[in-house]
């Protein structure tokens, strides 16, 4: 059985999916890209910032379910350049203990939703 979790702290959907989607004890959380969700805006012009609102509408989603970062066992993140590799990770890195951090894959696309420069998503286990 599935629970949906949806949250007005984090982007509302841009297309048919849901924020995050519960089965059994693992939380599958859909990517999610640097929206503001207070305004509906596009955060950007600083790739340490884009992260940061992406790890924040994160957050929102996990929180949501009453999960938090330490319950994250995937990540997985898109950019739009390898470039800027170092500065997501050093923003990313902040959210967790790096002794328990998650496992993880980073990948350059060519393009993302709205054409912006980064995107992560997340599995959680309860």
Request: aromatic share 8%; proline share 6%.
């Amino acid at each position: 059985m599935k629970k949906i979790v949806n949250t007005v702290n984090a982007p509302a959907p841009i297309g048919p999916y849901n924020q995050a989607v519960l089965a059994g004890n693992t939380l599958y959380i859909s990517g999610q890209i640097p929206i503001d969700p207070s305004t509906g805006d596009l955060v950007s012009g600083d790739i340490k910032k884009e992260t940061r609102q992406s790890m924040e509408n994160l957050k929102a989603i996990l929180t949501e379910a009453g999960l938090t970062f330490e319950n994250v066992v995937k990540s997985s993140i898109f950019l739009s350049d390898m470039n800027q590799f170092s500065a997501v990770n050093e923003v990313y890195g902040a959210y967790f203990d790096s002794e328990t951090a998650p496992a993880r894959e980073t990948v350059e696309v060519a393009n993302l939703p709205k054409f912006v420069n980064v995107e992560i998503s997340m599995i959680a286990i309860l």
